[in-house]
Each structure stands twice: as C-alpha cells, then as structure tokens.
C-alpha cells in the first residue's frame, strides 16, 4: 500500500507583523518601541483646561515617561513645582547644567510631571531650592560662555 504524503500548514504566527519578518529580534524590539511612541495623541499648541489635560494624560499611564523623553545617565530630569498641578520639568545635563524640557504638548508636559514625582526623581519648590542642592553635591549648575571681545587688530 502506498503512503500518502500529508503536508501540514505552516500553524507559527510570529508575534510581530509580517512588514517585520526577517529583521533581526533587536531591530523587531526597536521599532515596535518606536511604534509605542507614536501610538500617544498629541495635543500640541491646543489651549487645554486642567480637567481635559488629566483626562488626555491617561494615554500615558504606565509608561515610563523618562525613558520616553530621553533619560539617560548623561540627562536626569526633575520637577520644579512651584504651585501645584503647575509643574516645570528640567534636565540636569552632566555636561550644561540645567536645561527647561520645552514641551509643546501639554498633556505630555503634565504626564512626565506626575511620573517623575510618582516615581522618586527630585522635586523642589522653586529654581533656587534645585540649583542649592546642585551645588551641594558639585553638580554643574550651567555653562558660563565667555563673551568673545571684538579683535582690536581689525
């Protein structure tokens, strides 16, 4: 009797889209990091009441919102709240010092505030309570640029 050959489907569903098959699993983990950034609405430049920024906000709930902005040992960031809900977010660069985090987007504005208190990194009241306590532990508080003076020979 002869055999019959049974051929099967292939059943494996690779967990990641078919535009991905055959990139490397390091390239597959970035661009579906890159796809998580962009999944966020943006609210940029829209004039937002409080209660629609913390509504909107609740895009950003369990999201590392420092690793999102780009935390690194060489960038840490902290919150400056001088009134409550009304937050500032900066960088101690190693290098510059401080830095404002410009963010046109409220809503993310609002969402890395509340991470960052949530989350243990530094909060103070005011600009001169975190340059204090910069200077208490030799961090650079900004770069001083040397005005250039005009060649006298020209």
Not at 15 to 21: F, N, S, Y
Not at 140 to 146: A, I, M, S, Y
Request: charged residues 30%.
């Amino acid at each position: 009797m002869p055999r019959r050959l049974i051929l099967k489907r292939n059943l494996y569903k690779p967990d990641h889209p078919p535009e991905l098959a055959g990139a490397s699993p390091a390239s597959v983990r970035v661009m579906q990091e890159e796809k998580k950034q962009s999944d966020f609405e943006s609210y940029a430049f829209q004039d937002l009441s409080m209660k629609q920024i913390k509504k909107f906000a609740k895009q950003y709930e369990g999201v590392n919102m420092a690793k999102l902005m780009g935390a690194n040992e060489d960038m840490c960031p902290f919150v400056i709240e001088e009134v409550k809900d009304n937050c500032m977010t900066m960088w101690w660069n190693k290098n510059g010092g401080m830095m404002t985090l410009l963010d046109e987007d409220e809503v993310r504005a609002y969402a890395t505030a509340v991470y960052l208190k949530k989350n243990a990194y530094p909060v103070f009241k005011n600009l001169k309570e975190a340059q204090d306590y910069a200077a208490a532990r030799d961090w650079p508080l900004n770069v001083v640029v040397e005005p250039i003076e005009p060649d006298q020979n020209l």
